[in-house]
């Protein structure tokens, strides 16, 4: 898998059926919205994914929720990930769940304690999948319990976990504002070996230093340079597009995911491309 990807919706899925992007190297969806899923939708996902590979990027594993992980839940995500043979599945550094699920992503303590928890449940799902997760670095608007610093919490967990990264530019950017850290410096202190591909999306101003991670909106110029700061120091690896809402037609979504293609042909020529 390389190049520029492109989170796929419901919304416009009949749209790619009709006409394929030959610009999107690869798509991501959430397994959850998708399994057991049949009629005109399950044909038009087999459809897609004639045309390009499938990455997959959960919302329900809990990873660092008290519950105990759902197994049967893991081996039905097995099952789809062998069906249309996705290269990569990854969850997010979060918990969702609490007798019932939130709905929402919640911040995870930035804590010792909390490493040895979140790790040993990745571990577990490792086991069961029989390969590698990527974890995303999360938006958070709290840090409860903090008693390291996000960056040495992330790192952390991906150590001891030994998996991946999904590397979400975007949340760094909104995390920055939010928490007033530099983030180049967060970024270029990430295991770049570690990193299994990266999401890019746009968020919500609420506040001149309240960033709303939203995946509903346009990117702006300093995620962008953000992107470029990536490739600059770790090459380029696949990076995909996120809109979960307000979104635009497929030919502006396509222009996103055409800049993403121009912002690593132009560090391509002088980074080794990642695949």
Known sequence: MSGAGLGLRRSFIDDLSTSFPQSVNFL???PENWIDVGGRFAAALEHATS???????GLSLNLGG?????EAFVHRVKNFLATFQVTHYSEHLSYCADEG????LMPIPFTSAAVNHVADRIKRVQDILGHRIAVENVSYYAAPGKSMDEIEFLNSVLEQADCQLLLDVNNIYVNSINHNYDPVDFLQALPGDRIAYGHIAGHYNEAEDLLVDTHGADIIDPVWSLLEQAYDHFGVFPTLLERDFNIPSVTDLISEVDQI?????KFATS?????
């Open 261 to 265: 293609s121009a912002i690593q042909e």
């Open 28 to 30: 991501e969806v959430a």
């Open 51 to 57: 045309h390009a590979p499938l990455v997959c990027h």
């Open 101 to 104: 699920h939130l709905y929402d």
């Open 66 to 70: 008290l519950a105990p992980i759902d």
């Open 271 to 275: 980074a080794e491309v990642r695949v």
